[in-house]
C-alpha cells in the first residue's frame, strides 16, 4: 500500500494547472502540432538546398599512377610514376531558373509557418475547450450535489411529517422521488466530469489534470480596436489560411515563370 500511495503521489500533479501550462504541455504531446513543426523544419531545409543553386562550386581530384617494366632479354627493368592534382571552381552568372527554385523555397518556409500558425491556434482552440469544459462539469457537479442536500433535508421532513401524521404517504413518494432523480443526476454528472477530466488528459498527455478555477470575479478586457472592419482586415492579413492561399499563389506564379 505504500508503494501505490507513494506512486499515486508522484504521477498526479502537485498542484492545480493554468490554462497556460496545459497548453505547453500538449505542444509537447499532440501530434498535429509536432508534424506542422517538423514540416517547417523540413521546409528550411528545403529552402537551403534552393539557395545552394546560386552559390559557387569546387571541386578537388588527385590521383597517382605507377607503372614498372621489366624485359629479360636484353634485361632491363623501367619504372616510372606520375601524379596529378586538378582544382575546379565554377559560379553561375545566369541561372533565372535557379533564382526562382531560391524565392520558391522562401515561399515555402512561409506556407510551412502558416500552417505552423494555424496548428498552434487549433491547438489552443482543443486545449481551452477541454479546460472549461472541466471546470463546466465541476460547477455542474456542484450544483447538483447542493440540490441533492437540500432535497434530501425535504425527504427527511417529509418522513418526520409522515411519523407524527401531518403529512400523507403521497407526500413522503412524492419527496423520494425526487431524491431519488437527483442522485441520478449526480451519478450523471460524476460520470460527465470523469469524462471531460479523461479528454483533457489525453490531450495534454498528463494524467489527472486539475484546472484552475476561473478567478472571480471575472473581468474581461475589452475588445481594442472596437471596430469589426479592423478585425476583418487583420484577419485577411494575417489569418493563416488566407495566408497559405495567398502563398500557394505566389508559389504557383514562381513556378509559371520557370
Known sequence: PLTLALGAALAAPAQAQSLIELVDSARAYDSTWQSAQAQLEAAQRRADQARAGLLPS?????????????VTRPPVDRSSGTQNLALSASQPLYRPANRISYEQGQ???????????AAQQDLLIRVSQAYFDVLSAQDTLTFVQA???????QLAAAKRNFEVGTATITDTREAQARFDLVTAQEIAAENDLRVKKLALDQLVGIQGTKPQPVALPLQLPEVQPANVDSWVQTAQDQQPGVRQAALALDVARLETRK
Do not use: C, I, M, P
Open 147 to 153: 440540490q441533492k442536500a437540500a432535497v434530501s433535508e
Open 107 to 117: 515561399r515555402g518556409v512561409d506556407v510551412a509557418q502558416a500552417q505552423l500558425d
Open 58 to 70: 569546387a571541386g578537388l581530384s588527385a590521383g597517382v599512377s605507377r607503372s614498372n617494366t621489366e
